[in-house]
Antibody, heavy 119, light 110 residues
Framework: QVQLQESGPGLVKPSGTLSLTCAVS?????????WTWVRQSPGKGLEWIGE?????????NYNPSLKSRVTMSVDRSKNQSSLKLTSVTAADTAVYYC??????????WGQGTLVTVSS | EIVLTQSPGTLSLSPGERATLSCRAS???????LAWYQQKPGQAPRLLIY???NRATGIPDRFSGSRSGTDFTLTISRLEPEDFAVYYC???????????FGQGTKLDIK
């Protein structure tokens, strides 16, 4: 059974960098899927951050509204993906989900991790 | 940018009733690119329908999806207590590649 586990600091200072890791078990990150991050601000809807394919870290797509601040990567040796979001503000406070995507839908979600941006 | 508008914002129904949730796209969306998700409080979203009308693995057949022009519909034929949740539609845009979501419909118990 596939499991996706997000991890990283739950508190980040304004102007700092948010860094999260998604550990994948029960599946290989080197398959045909796209490894995706989605976030949800408290009490709000869902926002797609971006996706990456294991084939090459250059094979990634980001939300245009976040593109200048986002970097995603894949570590095949650790079977995990990572998200970095720079220059964070309070507006980046959200639950961040790691998702296995493909075929134009998002089929399997991690439980999510809350990241709060505050001094 | 394609905008998805879901209606109603809140739908109050009783168990056993039929629920009809709408998702309207601001411009043409391929059925292949339209999906529906269910989210319960404190949980991650769960994929229900992909390709506008295909049920994901393990999803009961009381859930169905359909399309008419730029309008997509999620129907729950007979509501079970566990169906009361928030539902989101999602579309995939190929150029540039990105996903967008509707704002959600909350289905609550009447």
């Amino acid at each position: 059974q596939v499991q996706l586990q997000e991890s990283g600091p739950g508190l980040v200072k304004p102007s700092g960098t948010l860094s999260l890791t998604c550990a994948v078990s029960g599946d290989s990150i080197s398959g045909s899927d796209w490894w995706t991050w989605v976030r949800q601000s408290p009490g709000k809807g869902l926002e797609w951050i971006g996706e990456i394919h294991h084939y090459a870290s250059s094979n990634s797509n980001y939300n245009p509204s976040l593109k200048s601040r986002v970097t995603m990567s894949v570590d095949r040796s650790k079977n995990q993906s990572s998200l970095k979001l720079t220059s964070v503000t309070a507006a980046d406070t959200a639950v961040y989900y790691c998702v296995r995507g493909g075929s134009y839908s998002l089929g399997f979600w991690g439980q999510g991790t809350l990241v709060t941006v505050s001094s | 940018e394609i905008v998805l508008t879901q209606s109603p914002g809140t739908l109050s129904l009783s168990p056993g009733e039929r629920a009809t949730l709408s998702c309207r796209a601001s411009q043409g969306v391929s059925s292949t690119y339209l999906a529906w998700y269910q989210q319960k409080p404190g949980q991650a979203p769960r994929l229900l329908i992909y390709g506008a009308s295909n049920r994901a693995t393990g999803i009961p057949d009381r859930f169905s999806g359909s399309r008419s022009g730029t309008d997509f519909t999620l129907t729950i034929s007979r509501l079970e207590p566990e169906d009361f949740a928030v539902y989101y539609c999602q579309q995939y845009h190929s150029s540039p590649p990105m996903y967008t979501f509707g704002q959600g419909t909350k289905l609550d118990i009447k």
